[in-house]
């Protein structure tokens, strides 16, 4: 699960969890491998939101943190190149 998902962010140079648009390419991909394990409510935004579903798939496997720290680690270097 971890790999695959991992692979759709990379594919669409995803750094940040919230940069994952509604009806962008990687929502749709997203939307797509997660659509046999979504409920159909939630598919048809009837019983749930699909984002935030989604959303809470890709923290339960850690990516929301992961991504964090690379964020946090790219601005530590870009500060120290400022200095």
Same mark, same amino acid.
């Given at each position: 699960?971890?790999?695959?998902?991992?692979?759709?962010? +990379?594919?669409?140079?995803?750094?940040?969890? #919230?940069?994952?648009? &509604? $009806?962008? =390419?990687?929502? +749709?991909?997203?939307?797509?491998?997660?659509? #046999?394990?979504?409920? &159909? $409510?939630? =598919?048809?935004?009837?019983?749930?939101?699909?984002?935030?579903?989604?959303?809470?798939?890709?923290?339960?496997?850690?990516?929301?943190?992961?991504?964090?720290?690379?964020?946090?680690?790219?601005?530590?270097?870009?500060?120290?190149?400022?200095?």
């Amino acid at each position: 699960d971890y790999d695959a998902v991992k692979k759709i962010l +990379d594919s669409n140079q995803i750094t940040d969890l #919230d940069d994952i648009e &509604y $009806g962008s =390419q990687c929502f +749709d991909e997203l939307f797509d491998y997660y659509a #046999d394990e979504m409920p &159909y $409510g939630v =598919q048809k935004a009837r019983t749930g939101m699909p984002d935030e579903w989604i959303y809470e798939k890709l923290c339960d496997l850690g990516l929301d943190k992961e991504l964090e720290q690379k964020q946090d680690l790219a601005e530590h270097y870009r500060w120290k190149g400022m200095i």
